[in-house]
């Protein structure tokens, strides 16, 4: 039986996905297709830490830097591109390896998308502050009553995702985990690989210090300098990405360099913590790298 040709390679930030994928291209001729929301930014090559040209330049390199700050690129609409690329490459027999950090984006290939409405901002602040006057523990038995599976794999502490299954449940009568097993997956059985990088943690994080220090030398303080001189608003993407409001808040006179990088150390820092326990959670069956 041929082996698949698609492998999607997933792991936290400053994990060495970039260069496993650059080893795994030269040996199988692969194209590399960003699986990552932030390196979808032209504005963010070193906030995202980007491949750089000369990286690119080693292998095909696809969906990288190719959205405008101004522009909001969802989980859904990354798909929709991604599966005629996919497809172009499964007819001319050339593999694809999908990499990045993005968890939802691979739950879009491998389980499908919920295509659950809108839940109104009112209905999203009501179910946070129900969560914050009673308490977690009083919040899981509340939902546990109308989503219990959702309860069940939803991990301790994370606000989030229990007021969002509360929030879909109150606003479409319907629980999130219902919504959710009415989906297909893109990408059929058998068809894909997975494999995650899973450093030790504590090493995991020296990684993600070294890195911020070397995105300020890269130039971080010019790259956010430059989005924020064109007043884009502070709800889309890019302007969400690790560093930029910690970056703008020094360049605004409000904090010092050293500060803003601290504050972004211990930003990347926790962004890698909740991939990795994303990834641990979501992707069982994946091989560990």
Not at 1 to 10: D, G, K, V
Not at 208 to 235: F, S
Request: hydrophobic letters at 45%.
């Amino acid at each position: 039986m041929p082996e698949p040709l698609i492998t999607l390679l997933a792991g936290p930030t400053a994990s060495g996905k970039s260069r496993r994928a650059l080893e795994m291209a030269a040996r199988t001729g692969a194209v590399i297709i960003n699986a990552d929301s932030q390196q979808l930014y032209a504005d963010l090559r070193v906030l995202s830490a980007r491949p750089s040209i000369e990286e690119e330049a080693m292998a095909e390199h696809r969906l990288y830097g190719v959205a405008d700050a101004t522009d909001a690129w969802s989980v859904g609409r990354w798909s929709r591109v991604i599966m005629p690329v996919l497809a172009e490459l499964a007819a001319e027999e050339r593999p694809a390896l999908l990499v990045g950090g993005t968890g939802l984006y691979f739950t879009s290939l491998t389980m499908g998308l919920a295509n659950i409405p809108d839940v109104p901002l009112e209905v999203r602040e009501a179910a946070g502050a129900t969560f914050d006057a009673g308490g977690e523990a009083r919040f899981r038995r509340r939902l546990a009553e109308a989503d219990p599976a959702a309860v069940a794999r939803i991990e301790a502490g994370d606000r989030q995702r229990l007021t969002r299954a509360w929030a879909v449940a109150q606003h479409t009568g319907r629980t999130l985990s219902d919504w959710t097993a009415d989906t297909t997956p893109l990408l059929a059985p058998g068809s894909w690989t997975g494999l995650v990088i899973e450093p030790e943690r504590a090493a995991l994080y020296a990684t993600c210090d070294r890195r911020v220090a070397q995105m300020v030398e890269a130039g971080a303080l010019d790259e956010v300098r430059a989005l924020v001189a064109r007043g884009l608003d502070p709800a889309l993407p890019a302007m969400k990405a690790v560093g930029v409001r910690e970056f703008a808040s020094h360049l605004a006179g409000e904090t010092t360099l050293a500060a803003a990088v601290e504050a972004t150390r211990q930003a990347t820092r926790n962004y890698a913590k909740r991939q990795l326990t994303w990834f641990r959670n979501q992707t069982p069956g994946w091989t560990r790298v």
